[in-house]
């Protein structure tokens, strides 16, 4: 004879871990230190202005 299961209890398990999996993949993807992002988008900055200044011709004004 099988084990005795809460269906209840068993669901809300089974919303926990799926959640948890969640909130771990947001850890990952979202998680960095706000030194990390001002450093990413200072090297950012400095790449697109060493990109600029090796145009040959420089953008026209707008009049």
Request: hydrophobic content about 30%; cysteine-free.
């Amino acid at each position: 004879m099988g084990e005795i299961v809460n269906l209840r209890r068993a669901r809300k398990a089974r919303d926990r871990r799926e959640k948890e999996e969640a909130a771990q993949a947001n850890r990952v993807a979202y998680g960095r230190t706000k030194a990390e992002r001002e450093l990413n988008e200072a090297r950012k900055r400095l790449e697109a202005e060493k990109l600029d200044a090796h145009r040959r011709d420089t953008p026209e004004e707008p009049a």
